[in-house]
């Protein structure tokens, strides 16, 4: 006597299996897996101390250009936080998100003096990859094969002068790659908690962490450099805040073969005349 | 040097994610400062490891600095120059320093026509003192050239030769320059030679330099020259699974030629067609065709330098005469069968089969693969059994092979 | 789950592809994909350097041009060196060019050029002052490995001053002592601010002192 099948006694309805389906890919929603790698430019090292008063005095305007593939309301967003490193080291920053075409030139109020410096920041997206059969493929394995989208991005940043006279200018490249999936989510968490040390953990709050502080830190340090240029190539004028605290590297043995032993450094103090790192 | 191809499409996702990223304070938590041992070794297994390949690429750049003065000598006759000094990376020890030393020495030595005569000069990186009417000066021997010729410690040369290296990023940078040794010091000759990571050593043979565009252009045909025709000769073996009967089928060997062909020319697609044939004393003998198309998975191009992964499909046909053929019928051998044999009455099967597998090709001179195969007219043999059973597709058989390509 | 089986097994290929990716993850750590620089570039630029790596690109008029992630592994993990010291040699080709163009505006076919670098860790001054050397002879011009010396006295006068003040009063001094004359010049390169990881420059060019960057 040939044995029931026991597919058909144990096979779910057609209806509950998607709906099953659904309610797992729902659940792992924030089973995404989203990896950040700097490029060119965001992997350089900063010098500035960040928690220093590197801008003591400076008066700076940040201005976020839109595009299309960054709209006003995002850029506004990163002129915010821009604007937060900047006031945290000492500067007064004012930021504009320019909309339309028009408004791409600077405006300014009669009897305003300008700013010291005018950052500007621009985003492009350089590649974008997104494989369909990829999606097919989770869909078939409830998300065991992992979506794999991908994303190469370049933050544009020019610093000039009060006058409009260009400073400093850069290009900082980055690559997000976001993989979706219960497998990859599963397989990483497990790799996070068992494997990997702190440093090394990826999961989304540490990319956020590392792209804003490479993001951040490059900007500050290109803003560095545009201030000291502009010192440099109007010979040195007067500022606000006494530079005496800043570390000079000015040949302490002048055009000698050797080279100058540096100044003994001073840490520059905060304004509650504590010291700081 | 990596290199992962893709394709352009634009899309908003993007700027969403983008923006995402910004989304928490900029934590400035420090580097985990601890680690284990291990970890410890690893750093310095992988710091040899580029140290091995930085003093290559920087032996690349004193042959091509030495190339240079062959084609182009600096000076119009054999002329003594010391070697003054050879500047090694910031964070590189007197170790490498003395190994481009000797390096530098021994190719110098054996190119007579670059007009550069090595003279010794132990006292060019001493320091030396000179005292006189405007006071007494400490230098270093190279830069008083009229207290180190008092000296005598010149070695009646009057020409020095600076060697810079430094790793700038991913580059490695030579910086050479060749002083005359009078008052001014004026620099006679200078040149700047880099590289990069992603270019291999070139490791010429000091006796005959070439240029780097000459070697570069030898390794350009050699990618070109590459044939698109090989010819691969395969051993191989094919297992059965076992069957409802609990009786295991034999395993099957088989040698096979034929020709297979390059697709493209970076050798990402390739197909190939062979012939084989097995004998198996007292079992038969078994004929085969077989056909196959690969398509490589370990990059975009073939590699001249590391092993390909090839992954394939393929169809072929196996004609199996003997007693071996009552593997694959649909009922066990009966008395009559076996009989029928005696008489010489051999049972024959042909039956197709569809392949998936994988092979690991080095220098597409030899090759290790493992593959599964359907038989797709082998439903009801009850000496095959499955494999792998994906309801419509059934992999019965098994097979590994060794491929050796002329 | 047979079916699943299939799928993972058709996932594979692209599984490989990632094992070649330099991005961190499953088969990279963070610290091994900051020891990577790469840039995105175009495949027939990048099939242009390195036929071997990539396919032939299309032809014009064939399907979408496809762009190339090119990376290149650097010699040092970027905590190697210092910060400063790291971000300065590793754009030291590109910063002395530009010092070396803005000064070969300066001086005459005849000037003998002194070049000597002022920054706090004396290698990195050394490398700094020969790259500099090394691409004014390649550009021509005629250069002295020999740096002018000041008088001890000066010397330390000098070293209690601004930079501002530093620079243009060796330069005088150094013309006035004789340890600098017509025809020759000096170019300096320095920092002028311990956080920065750029370069400065100056020419000092019959006893005046002209800031170049």
């Keep these: 006597m040939a044995e029931p099948s026991r597919r058909s006694m144990s096979r779910p309805p057609p209806r509950a299996l998607l709906a099953a389906a659904a309610v797992v890919v729902v659940a792992l929603l924030p089973g995404c897996v989203t990896v950040y790698e700097p490029l060119l430019g965001l992997q350089r090292p900063v010098v500035v101390n960040l928690n220093a008063p590197n801008f003591e005095g400076q008066r700076i305007l940040v201005r976020c250009l839109p595009s299309d593939h960054l709209p006003a309301q995002d850029m506004e967003y990163l002129c915010r936080r821009v604007r937060n490193i900047l006031q945290k080291q000492g500067a007064e920053v004012e930021i504009t998100v320019p909309r339309g075409a028009r408004s791409r030139a600077v405006e300014r109020e009669e009897g305003v003096a300008p700013p010291d410096l005018m950052i500007e920041l621009s985003g492009r997206l350089l590649h974008e990859d997104n494989v369909p059969i ?87 340090q290109l803003a560095f450099h545009a201030r000291t240029r502009a010192r440099v190539l109007r010979g040195f004028p007067p500022e606000a805040k006494a530079d005496a605290k800043i570390e000079s590297t000015g040949p302490a043995v002048p055009i000698v073969p050797a080279v100058p032993a540096p100044a003994a450094p001073a840490a520059p103090k905060a304004a509650d005349g504590k010291l700081r790192d | 040097m990596a290199v992962a191809q893709m394709t352009r499409a634009p899309s908003s996702a993007a700027a969403a994610a983008l923006a995402a990223l910004l989304a928490s304070a900029p934590a400035l938590a420090g580097a985990d400062a601890s680690a284990t041992d291990a970890e410890r070794l690893q750093v310095e297994t992988l710091r040899a490891e580029i140290a091995s390949q930085l003093q290559l690429q920087a032996y690349d750049l004193v042959d091509e600095l030495i190339y240079g003065w062959t084609q182009r000598p600096p000076f119009g006759e054999p002329t003594p120059v010391l070697l003054a000094d050879v500047s090694v990376p910031v964070g590189f020890g007197s170790g490498l320093q003395a190994l481009l030393e000797n390096h530098f020495a021994s190719v110098i030595l054996k190119n007579a026509r670059s007009s550069i005569v090595l003279a010794h000069c132990p006292m060019c990186t001493e320091l030396v003192v000179h005292s006189g009417a405007r006071g007494t000066v400490v230098a270093r021997g190279i830069d008083a050239p009229e207290t180190l010729a008092a000296a005598g410690g010149l070695s009646g040369s009057r020409h020095a030769l600076f060697l810079d290296f430094e790793v700038e990023g991913s580059a490695l940078v030579l910086r050479a320059r060749i002083t005359s040794l009078e008052r001014a010091l004026p620099i006679l000759f200078a040149r700047t030679i880099s590289t990069s990571t992603s270019s291999p050593a070139l490791l010429r043979s000091p006796d005959r330099l070439k240029s780097a565009d000459e070697a570069r252009q030898e390794y350009l045909d050699a990618l070109q020259g590459r044939s698109p025709l090989s010819f691969p000769i395969r051993l191989g073996v094919r297992t059965y699974a076992e069957g409802s009967n609990q009786v295991l089928a034999p395993p099957f060997p088989w040698l096979s030629g034929g020709v297979e062909a390059a697709l493209t020319q970076a050798r990402a697609w390739t197909a190939s067609f062979l012939i084989g044939a097995n004998w198996m004393p007292g079992l038969g003998y078994g004929l085969m065709g077989q056909a196959r198309l690969n398509r490589l998975i370990t990059g975009e191009v073939a590699s001249l330098t590391r092993p390909d992964l090839y992954a394939f499909v393929g169809l072929g046909v196996l004609s199996i005469n003997g007693n071996a053929a009552l593997t694959f019928a649909s009922d066990i051998p009966t008395l009559a069968d076996l009989q029928a044999a005696a008489l010489g009455v051999d049972p024959q099967t042909t039956f197709g089969t569809v392949q998936l597998g994988l092979e690991l090709r080095a220098k597409n001179r030899v090759g290790v693969g493992a593959y599964v195969e359907w038989l797709p007219t082998i439903t009801d043999a009850p000496m095959i059994g499955d494999y792998l059973n994906l309801g419509l597709i059934r992999f019965q058989s098994f097979g590994a092979e060794v491929t050796f390509c002329f | 789950m047979d079916p699943v089986t299939f799928t993972l097994l058709f996932f594979l290929p692209f599984l490989a592809g990632r094992v070649t990716d330099p991005s961190p993850g499953f088969f990279h750590t963070k610290e091994e994909a900051r020891a990577v620089e790469c840039v995105r570039m175009s495949q027939a630029e990048v099939y242009e350097r390195e036929p071997a790596r990539v396919p032939e690109p299309p032809p014009r008029g064939g399907r979408v041009p496809a762009d190339v992630l090119v990376c290149k592994r650097r010699y040092l993990s970027p905590d190697e060196r210092p910060a400063r010291d790291e971000a300065v040699l590793s754009s030291l080709r590109g910063e002395v060019s530009a010092i070396v163009q803005a000064a070969s505006t300066s001086g005459g076919p005849s000037t003998v050029w002194h070049v000597d670098a002022f920054y706090p860790e004396a290698i990195v001054a050394q490398k700094i002052a020969v790259a500099t050397r090394t691409e004014l002879v390649e550009r021509g011009k005629k250069v002295s490995d020999r740096v002018p010396v000041l008088a001890a006295a000066d010397l330390s006068v000098l070293g209690r001053l601004a930079p501002q003040e530093q620079y243009p009063l060796a330069c005088a001094r150094a013309f006035a002592e004789g340890a600098l004359s017509p025809p020759e010049a000096f170019l300096g390169v320095m920092i002028v601010d311990a956080r920065e990881a750029q370069l400065h420059a100056g020419v000092c060019l019959e006893g005046k002192w002209r800031w170049l960057r």
Excluded: C, H, M
């Excluded at chain 1, 440093?199 to 962490?209: C, F, G, H, L, P």
């Design chain 1, 134 to 220: 990829l999606w097919a493929l989770s869909y078939a394995t409830l998300t065991l094969v992992p979506t794999i989208t991908e994303f190469t991005f370049a933050q544009d940043v020019s610093i000039r002068d009060g006058e409009g006279s260009l400073l400093v200018s850069d290009s900082l490249q980055g690559r997000i790659i976001q993989y979706f999936g219960a497998g990859v989510w599963a397989t990483n968490t497990v790799l996070d908690l068992a494997v990997r040390k702190e440093s090394e953990k990826i999961n989304d709050e540490a990319s956020r962490q590392e792209f804003s502080r490479d993001l951040l830190g490059q900007i500050s």
